[in-house]
């Protein structure tokens, strides 16, 4: 199975070729003492930008971009490094670095996100 490994923690974890980072993100979360992880608000719908994560290496192992993805990275300015965790998914060993670590709760909604200090 692919690798995935999350910077700065440096948590590393095998799952299914075609899983999402962000479902990784969420196993991985589990294995973070402080509790900050990859955030997400729109589920999904390329709106809130909260699940951005650069990629370090292995960007090829990942599915290409879609077209709502590339929307919103533009629009927030991010270089092609850049890629949403609730989008693309793991195809081959990657390296990613979270770039907003927000507080993780198994419930995640507005009421539970909180901007790491
Ligand atoms: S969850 Fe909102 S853009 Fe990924």
Same mark, same amino acid.
């Given at each position: 199975?692919?690798?995935?490994? *999350?910077?700065?923690?440096?948590?590393?974890?095998? $799952?299914?070729?075609?899983? =999402? +980072?962000?479902? !990784?993100?969420?196993? !991985?979360?589990?294995?973070?003492? %402080?509790? *900050? *992880?990859? @955030?997400?608000?729109?589920?999904?719908?390329?709106?809130? @930008? #909260?699940?951005? $994560?650069?990629?370090? !290496?292995?960007? @090829? #192992?990942? =599915?290409?971009?879609?077209?709502?993805?590339?929307?919103?990275? #533009? %629009?927030m300015r991010h270089g092609s490094a850049v890629r949403t965790a609730c989008t693309a998914r793991v195809l @081959?060993?990657?390296? $990613?670095?979270? +770039?907003?670590?927000?507080?993780?709760?198994?419930?995640?909604?507005? !009421?539970?996100?909180?901007a790491h200090p």
């Amino acid at each position: 199975m692919p690798q995935v490994t *999350f910077l700065p923690y440096d948590i590393r974890l095998e $799952v299914p070729r075609g899983t =999402s +980072l962000l479902a !990784a993100a969420d196993e !991985a979360a589990e294995m973070v003492p %402080d509790d *900050f *992880f990859v @955030g997400e608000l729109c589920e999904g719908r390329h709106e809130c @930008g #909260n699940c951005c $994560v650069e990629v370090v !290496a292995g960007a @090829g #192992n990942l =599915s290409p971009a879609t077209q709502g993805e590339r929307r919103l990275l #533009n %629009d927030m300015r991010h270089g092609s490094a850049v890629r949403t965790a609730c989008t693309a998914r793991v195809l @081959g060993d990657v390296t $990613v670095r979270i +770039l907003a670590p927000v507080k993780h709760t198994p419930d995640r909604g507005d !009421a539970q996100m909180q901007a790491h200090p």
